[in-house]
């Protein structure tokens, strides 16, 4: 996965903030869109992904879904990274 | 997925012992192992998996992660559903 702009990065705002930038990212042309959480973030992401999808129901489909770690200086983060199209 | 004795439900115990449970189910004849998490044990289902690899490395395989909400009473939880394989 190269780091487009189709990543949407979950953080400290709340799952309807990220909810909305995924829809904008959709409306922007996009098909494809990450939705990624790191550490204690891994929940909010799948948060994020349950939410969108109730909104969008059946035009949401789920891609694929990666977990694996990254080294960050001395830390070991785990990371989820949760790949949604939007099909019509 | 039927619920049989191959899933583990990552709670308030520690990783490790996740990890340990892990093991002893693989060590039990059992090919494949589900590790799931609900709510905010979602990040700790990804943590165990993560640990799992550092144990294992090239004998375990990631076969699937599955990510969903269920209904439980008039609350909507959200899971991942982490299958892993040992190969050899």
Redesign the interface.
């Known amino acids: 996965m190269s780091a487009g702009e189709n990543v949407i990065i979950v953080g400290k705002k709340s799952v309807n903030d990220y909810v909305l930038a995924a829809i904008l990212l959709f409306n922007e042309g996009h098909d494809e869109i990450v939705i990624k959480g790191k550490?204690?973030?891994?929940?909010k992401a799948?948060?994020v992904?349950?939410a969108l999808k109730d909104r969008l129901s059946d035009s949401l489909e789920?891609v694929s879904?990666?977990?694996?770690?990254e080294v960050l200086g001395n830390r070991?983060i785990?990371?989820?990274e949760?790949k949604v199209r939007r099909t019509l």
Do not use: Q, R, W
């Not at 550490?39 to 929940?43: H, K, L, S, V």
């Not at 879904?65 to 770690?69: E, G, L, Q, R």
């Open positions: 550490g204690a973030n891994i929940g799948v948060d992904y349950n789920l879904v990666t977990i694996d770690s070991i785990p990371y989820i949760i």
